[in-house]
């Protein structure tokens, strides 16, 4: 059976000590649409884009530190206490999406505190959107650095990472970025022609829900990344996605329960006389 091939260098191109990585290039390229994206939002709801900049700098602060700390806390604990230093070496790899989820959640709140042109979950609605694109190419980053790797497999698209092993395997970091990227288009196409973003905290749930049961269960054709998972029932990425579905399911709850009350509140309010 034929599979596909994939030797690509992870590094673009060498000139002396630069060395510019296909996992930057799409890591910063989901920034910089994502970046778009909001300006198209903000343009559409005739919001000011003063400080969007701002918002811009406390999201990717949060993403690359909530991303590196989650792998530190949650996969690599003991290698990272004994050798503190290496924390900051984000360049030899290391970032986590749950802890970059996380990251981003917190620099959301941080920011809202401080600027309060959005509630947070009116801000974070609206970012959801542009969050999964980024998710969506940061897997395809992964592809290009062969890591993340799934399960043997012989289904016809299964990938032999020559710089790993002759083995064909899942690819499992596509499946993410396609279920990813198919989230966002559903979530693109509904901002501009439902009115599902009046709601706060709709697109946030079904966002959690969604991505994170994607994850939850394309875990299973994934490989552990750390040896400990060996022993585990549920792998670390399957027991970090657990809360945020929970999450997502609380708050469509809370809206539907909000939703009900609006409309009684609608049935029993008295009627202006004519």
Same mark, same amino acid.
């Given at each position: /059976?034929?599979?596909?091939?994939?030797?690509?260098?992870?590094?673009?191109?060498?000139?002396?000590?630069?060395?510019?990585?296909?996992?930057?290039?799409?890591? $910063? @390229?989901?920034?910089?649409?994502?970046?778009?994206?909001?300006? *198209?939002?903000?343009?559409?709801?005739?919001?000011?884009?003063?400080?969007?900049?701002?918002?811009?700098?406390? +999201?990717?602060?949060?993403?690359? +530190?909530?991303?590196?700390?989650?792998?530190?806390?949650?996969?690599?604990?003991?290698?990272?206490?004994?050798?503190?230093?290496?924390?900051?070496?984000?360049?030899?790899?290391?970032?986590?999406?749950?802890?970059?989820?996380?990251?981003?959640?917190?620099?959301?709140?941080?920011?809202?505190?401080?600027?309060?042109?959005?509630?947070?979950?009116?801000?974070?609605?609206?970012?959801?959107?542009?969050?999964?694109?980024?998710? $969506?190419?940061?897997?395809?980053?992964?592809?290009?650095?062969?890591?993340?790797?799934?399960?043997?497999?012989?289904?016809?698209?299964?990938?032999?990472?020559?710089?790993?092993?002759?083995?064909?395997?899942?690819?499992? /970091?596509?499946?993410? @970025?396609?279920?990813?990227?198919? +989230?966002?288009?559903?979530?693109?196409?509904?901002?501009?022609?439902?009115? +599902?973003?009046?709601?706060?905290?709709?697109?946030?749930?079904?966002?959690?829900?969604?991505?994170?049961?994607?994850?939850?269960?394309?875990?299973?054709?994934?490989?552990?990344?750390?040896?400990?998972?060996?022993? /585990?029932?549920?792998?670390?990425?399957?027991?970090? @996605?657990?809360?945020?579905?929970?999450?997502?399911?609380?708050?469509?709850?809370?809206?539907?329960?909000?939703?009900?009350?609006?409309?009684?509140?609608?049935?029993?309010?008295? *009627?202006?006389?004519?």
């Amino acid at each position: /059976m034929n599979y596909i091939i994939w030797n690509v260098d992870p590094e673009i191109f060498t000139l002396g000590p630069v060395a510019p990585r296909w996992y930057g290039l799409l890591f $910063a @390229s989901g920034f910089l649409l994502g970046y778009v994206i909001l300006i *198209q939002i903000y343009r559409n709801e005739k919001r000011s884009e003063g400080h969007l900049s701002s918002l811009f700098v406390y +999201i990717f602060m949060g993403t690359l +530190i909530g991303a590196r700390l989650g792998h530190v806390l949650f996969y690599q604990p003991d290698y990272y206490l004994a050798r503190p230093w290496e924390i900051l070496m984000i360049w030899q790899g290391g970032l986590a999406s749950h802890g970059g989820f996380t990251g981003v959640l917190i620099a959301i709140y941080l920011y809202s505190r401080k600027y309060r042109d959005m509630s947070f979950l009116e801000l974070t609605d609206r970012l959801a959107i542009p969050a999964l694109l980024a998710s $969506a190419l940061i897997r395809i980053g992964n592809f290009f650095n062969s890591e993340i790797l799934g399960t043997p497999s012989n289904l016809p698209w299964a990938t032999i990472f020559i710089r790993v092993d002759n083995i064909p395997r899942h690819p499992a /970091m596509l499946y993410e @970025s396609f279920a990813y990227a198919t +989230i966002f288009a559903g979530f693109y196409i509904a901002y501009w022609k439902t009115a +599902i973003i009046k709601f706060p905290g709709r697109l946030l749930g079904i966002s959690f829900v969604a991505s994170f049961t994607a994850r939850f269960l394309i875990e299973f054709v994934k490989e552990e990344q750390v040896p400990f998972e060996q022993a /585990m029932l549920l792998n670390m990425g399957q027991l970090l @996605s657990i809360p945020f579905i929970l999450i997502g399911l609380g708050l469509l709850y809370r809206h539907q329960k909000e939703g009900q009350h609006r409309v009684r509140q609608k049935h029993t309010s008295p *009627q202006t006389p004519p």
